[in-house]
């Protein structure tokens, strides 16, 4: 089992940045691939991004690419989504999950957290 607690949303204008948090429990975090997902009102839960267990292996949606930055830090169960030159289109809830291997698929992740909020005004 792995339990997710995701942090760090919140309010910034249109070129801002945030960096979100997503601290796992459990000794097998380092197991796990990890990845993002949203979801804003109305809409499907899309992939942002998406990391191996090792970190060697990262993938973006193309709406993110080179603005958003997934990392992990395995000694502190931590994945971590730096997100820059934000847009309002960014805003949604975001949700890290757990997943045996790295997808963009959401089916594929069994763990997931509750999500934080991040809105993003012009």
């Known amino acids: 089992q792995v339990q997710l607690v995701e942090s760090g949303g919140g309010a910034v204008q249109a070129g801002g940045s945030l960096r979100l948090s997503c601290a796992a429990s459990g000794r097998t975090f380092a197991s796990y691939a990890m990845g993002w997902f949203r979801q804003a009102p109305g809409k499907e839960r899309e992939f942002v991004a998406a990391?191996?267990?090792?970190?060697?292996?990262?993938y973006y949606a193309d709406s993110v690419k080179g603005r958003f930055t997934i990392s992990r830090d395995n000694a502190k169960n931590t994945v971590y989504l730096q997100m820059n030159s934000l847009k309002p289109d960014d805003t949604a809830v975001y949700y890290c999950?757990?997943?045996?291997?790295?997808?963009?698929?959401?089916?594929?992740?069994?763990?997931w957290g509750q999500g934080t909020q991040v809105t993003v005004s012009s």
């Open positions: 999950a757990a997943s045996a291997v790295i997808s963009g698929i959401s089916k594929a992740y069994d763990y």
């Open positions: 990391i191996s267990w090792s970190g060697g292996s990262t």
